[in-house]
Nanobody, 115 residues
Framework: QVQLVESGGGLVQPGGSLRLSCAHS????????MGWYRQAPGKQRELVAT???????NYADSGKGRFTISRDNAKKTVYLQMNSLKPEDTAVYYC?????????WGQGTQVTVAS
């Protein structure tokens, strides 16, 4: 069983930055595809970004040019650097670890963008 613990959320003003972190408890982190998803109130959970075991990245259009996903296999951690934040980025952000057929989720970290 894999446990994921997110951190780094909080309240930030529009135009500000945050870096989210997700620590993975497993011993074979490096072969997982890792991702960040978000869920705003009243909306479905949606993809933010993913990064494969070999470092290929994929971003939702909403975050392209503003968000960067990265991973540190030695620290078993995935990061999401978010710049130029907008109020519409407000959501609970969830970390995901995917290795077929298993998919694991963290408990989420709240990001609020408001002045």
């Amino acid at each position: 069983q894999v446990q994921l613990v997110e951190s780094g959320g909080g309240l930030v003003q529009p135009g500000g930055s945050l870096r989210l972190s997700c620590a993975h408890s497993g011993s074979i982190f490096k072969i997982y595809t890792m991702g960040w998803y978000r869920q705003a109130p009243g909306k479905q959970r949606e993809l933010v970004a993913t990064i494969t075991s070999i470092g290929n990245t994929n971003y939702a259009d909403s975050g392209k040019g503003r968000f960067t996903i990265s991973r540190d296999n030695a620290k078993k951690t995935v990061y999401l650097q978010m710049n130029s934040l907008k109020p519409e980025d407000t959501a609970v952000y969830y970390c995901n670890a995917y290795l077929p057929p298993n998919s694991y989720w963290g408990q989420g970290t709240q990001v609020t963008v408001a002045s």
